[in-house]
């Protein structure tokens, strides 16, 4: 039996709540509030859920939960659900905890056969979905067009781009957009690979693992990474394991 998302508002502010749906032959249905996240998020590709599964347009299905417990952080990065990926709520605007707490990292965990799926399963199919757009300096740059991915980084870069002089420099001279690789010391793709992450200037930013600690350090001005996450972006900057530079299109972790 499956069940189509329709009409719930902000019925789902955590993501450890449920929703009930009512089927006239099974009675009340328990959907995951992070199932209905995804479903929200990405309806180009999404269509359904029922308690423990995601339906794709083109007859996927995925397992939301794969009844492991008691992960370890480690074994959530490396092999996780969607369950998993979606466990840690992203926090908006300035009402953070600075420093993050011990790996309190919402989006750095990834499902990664989830995005394969939808953004291109080698650097090829990646590429032929890739568009041009300018940046905030000017500069032209490639994203991916998939979930309107390209368009909403467009909206940031004309906001960004209005910002007060003491914001502009770090928009120049960014340290990229697509490169099919895996992160720096896993076997885990990047979400670079998929054409839906930006890193800013690196002259201004800092990273986990070029400073060899976890002790957080952040110099990215937070009304930058505000504009990012009005159109769907998360911040590596937000995260224990922090990464300033990095943006990345998340919407599933920024709907209200």
Request: charged residues 25%; negative net charge; hydrophobic residues 35%.
């Amino acid at each position: 039996m499956l069940y189509l998302f329709s009409g719930f508002g902000n019925s789902c502010s955590e993501n450890n709540e449920s929703i009930m749906l009512k089927d006239s032959s099974e009675g009340n249905v328990k959907i995951p509030a992070g199932l209905q996240k995804l479903v929200e998020a990405y309806p180009g590709f999404l269509e359904y859920a029922d308690e423990n599964n995601l339906y794709w347009k083109d007859g996927t299905v995925m397992i939301y939960d794969d009844g492991i417990t008691d992960k370890t952080h480690d074994e959530m990065l490396n092999n996780p659900d969607l369950e998993d990926m979606i466990s840690q709520k992203y926090v908006k605007g300035r009402e953070w905890n600075e420093p993050p707490p011990e790996n309190f990292e919402p989006g750095r965990i990834r499902y990664e056969p989830f995005f394969l799926k939808m953004y291109g399963n080698n650097s090829n199919e990646v590429r032929n979905n890739l568009v041009n757009i300018k940046w905030a300096d000017g500069s032209v740059i490639s994203f991916s067009r998939i979930n309107g991915a390209a368009d909403s980084l467009e909206k940031v870069a004309e906001e960004l781009s209005q910002l007060p002089d003491e914001f502009q420099k770090y928009l120049k001279n960014i340290g990229g957009t697509f490169v099919w690789r895996n992160i720096a010391g896993t076997d885990r793709l990047s979400n670079h690979s998929f054409g839906t992450a930006i890193d800013i200037n690196t002259k201004y930013s800092d990273y986990w693992k070029w400073n060899n600690n976890v002790t957080y350090i952040n110099r990215i001005p937070v009304e930058i990474a505000e504009v990012f996450e009005k159109y769907g972006f998360i911040w590596g900057g937000k995260w224990y394991h922090y990464d300033t530079m990095h943006f990345e299109f998340r919407p599933e972790l920024t709907a209200d």
